[in-house]
């Protein structure tokens, strides 16, 4: 049965080879993504100094709608992620626009409320490593492909976790580099392999498991059976006006310690305000795992969700993509995340390495011996 394993972990491990590696280092840089995108697009980032009041919702909301012809409605409003950053509103097209089907991004000075930008979601260069990410461009069958992928490189780390854990001060010795002996080069990639391995065997787990709960969403939910979006009737008042701005202060006297994190507004399949707030307690920091249904014209908090409320099966479903981005744990975790995917990335290669000269550069010298 060892040999069978480990022989199980070569190939299960060569056949993850280059899909790791490119889940890796795409992985590092969708843990920085609004970071290096503000990089390449400065002019999504405010100038020092501003001290001008902040502009009404409903003038956000406006310039989202009027960003471009034939905008449906807007799908959601995200609010800046900090002093320097924009509003961001995806808006939907109509079904004549050319843009229909396509998720349109609209960035909003949140001082001003003039359109900074306008670009399709997977058209610049972050959104388009996240879509690799979770299907390398080829399409939605290839997130399924990666799911399927990641439970076999989950057993593979379990099987490669087992044979490869040092069982003696010898074999640790070894490992950390301790004997005096000088090394053959597949000698030093089978310590990197391993090394890195387990050095990295924590969070390497949590992002495993944690993305294969994002590949199979559905399952995921029933297995931890996490809380149903609310569908609240609402009855429409006629020449009832419509004030965003009194859906914030709604929200902020039912739960005055916490923040608004997204609007998504009314349409004809969900007529009620949603509202999503976090806290301090909260792992989805920039989405929020608490929710607000509102009447879009009374204001009346028609529904709610409340993270403090859930038992623990249900709000680890809210804790999956936190782990998997870092976001829980704020710069820290992603931090961590980022160098995992670098050691990921790096085991892979030695992993690759060592398969190549043990397969064919021992053949090469066994034909001159």
């Given at each position: 049965?060892?040999?069978?394993?480990?022989?199980f972990?070569?190939?299960?491990?060569?056949i993850l080879f280059?899909p790791?590696?490119l889940?890796?280092?795409s992985g590092?840089?969708?843990?920085?993504d609004?970071?290096i995108d503000?990089?390449?697009?400065?002019?999504?980032v405010?100038?020092?100094g501003?001290?001008a009041?902040p502009?009404p919702?409903?003038e956000?909301?406006?310039a989202?709608?009027?960003?471009?012809?034939?905008?449906?409605?807007?799908?959601?409003?995200?609010?800046?992620?900090?002093?320097?950053?924009m509003?961001?509103?995806?808006?939907e097209?109509?079904?004549?626009?050319?843009?229909h089907?396509k998720?349109?991004?609209?960035?909003?000075?949140?001082?001003t409320?003039?359109?900074?930008?306008?670009r399709?979601?997977?058209?610049?260069?972050?959104?388009?490593?996240y879509?690799f990410h979770?299907?390398?461009l080829?399409?939605?069958?290839?997130?399924?492909?990666?799911?399927?992928?990641?439970?076999?490189?989950l057993v593979?780390v379990?099987?490669?976790?087992y044979?490869?854990?040092p069982?003696?001060k010898?074999?640790w010795?070894?490992?950390?580099?301790?004997?005096?002996k000088?090394s053959s080069?597949?000698?030093r990639?089978?310590?990197?392999h391993?090394a890195?391995g387990?050095i990295?065997?924590?969070v390497?787990?949590?992002?495993?498991?944690t993305?294969i709960?994002?590949?199979?969403p559905?399952?995921t939910?029933?297995?931890?059976n996490?809380?149903?979006k609310a569908?609240?009737d609402?009855d429409?008042?006629?020449?009832?006006?419509?004030?965003p701005?009194?859906w914030?202060i709604?929200?902020?006297?039912?739960w005055?310690?916490?923040?608004?994190q997204?609007?998504?507004?009314?349409?004809?399949?969900?007529?009620?305000?949603?509202?999503r707030?976090?806290?301090?307690?909260?792992?989805?920091?920039?989405?929020?795992?608490f929710?607000?249904?509102?009447?879009?014209q009374?204001?009346e908090?028609?529904?709610?969700?409340?993270y403090?409320?859930?038992?623990?099966r249900?709000?680890?479903a809210?804790?999956?993509?936190p782990?998997?981005?870092?976001?829980?744990?704020?710069?820290?975790?992603r931090?961590?995340?980022?160098?995992?995917?670098i050691?990921?990335?790096?085991?892979?290669?030695a992993?690759?390495?060592?398969w190549?000269?043990?397969?064919?550069k021992?053949?090469h010298?066994?034909?001159?011996?």
């Amino acid at each position: 049965m060892r040999k069978f394993w480990i022989e199980f972990h070569r190939i299960s491990g060569l056949i993850l080879f280059i899909p790791l590696f490119l889940q890796s280092i795409s992985g590092t840089i969708i843990v920085f993504d609004h970071a290096i995108d503000e990089w390449l697009n400065p002019q999504l980032v405010l100038d020092d100094g501003i001290s001008a009041p902040p502009a009404p919702i409903a003038e956000v909301m406006y310039a989202a709608l009027h960003a471009l012809p034939d905008v449906a409605h807007i799908n959601s409003l995200r609010t800046p992620r900090n002093d320097k950053a924009m509003y961001t509103a995806f808006v939907e097209m109509n079904s004549q626009s050319p843009l229909h089907g396509k998720t349109i991004e609209v960035m909003i000075n949140p001082y001003t409320a003039d359109v900074v930008s306008v670009r399709a979601w997977g058209s610049y260069f972050t959104s388009m490593i996240y879509l690799f990410h979770f299907t390398f461009l080829l399409g939605d069958k290839m997130e399924l492909v990666l799911g399927l992928l990641a439970m076999l490189m989950l057993v593979n780390v379990i099987v490669g976790v087992y044979y490869g854990w040092p069982r003696s001060k010898k074999a640790w010795n070894w490992l950390l580099a301790r004997t005096q002996k000088s090394s053959s080069t597949i000698a030093r990639l089978r310590r990197t392999h391993i090394a890195l391995g387990l050095i990295s065997l924590p969070v390497f787990i949590i992002l495993i498991i944690t993305g294969i709960s994002l590949i199979f969403p559905d399952q995921t939910k029933w297995l931890l059976n996490r809380p149903a979006k609310a569908s609240p009737d609402v009855d429409w008042l006629s020449n009832h006006p419509i004030q965003p701005d009194n859906w914030l202060i709604s929200a902020k006297q039912y739960w005055p310690e916490k923040q608004w994190q997204r609007i998504i507004p009314p349409s004809s399949q969900s007529p009620s305000v949603e509202i999503r707030l976090n806290a301090d307690n909260d792992p989805r920091k920039t989405s929020g795992s608490f929710v607000l249904w509102l009447n879009p014209q009374t204001n009346e908090i028609l529904a709610e969700q409340s993270y403090d409320t859930m038992s623990l099966r249900q709000k680890t479903a809210f804790w999956l993509f936190p782990l998997h981005s870092g976001e829980a744990f704020d710069l820290t975790g992603r931090i961590i995340v980022f160098i995992t995917g670098i050691f990921t990335a790096v085991l892979s290669v030695a992993g690759g390495c060592l398969w190549y000269r043990r397969k064919f550069k021992r053949q090469h010298q066994k034909r001159f011996i």
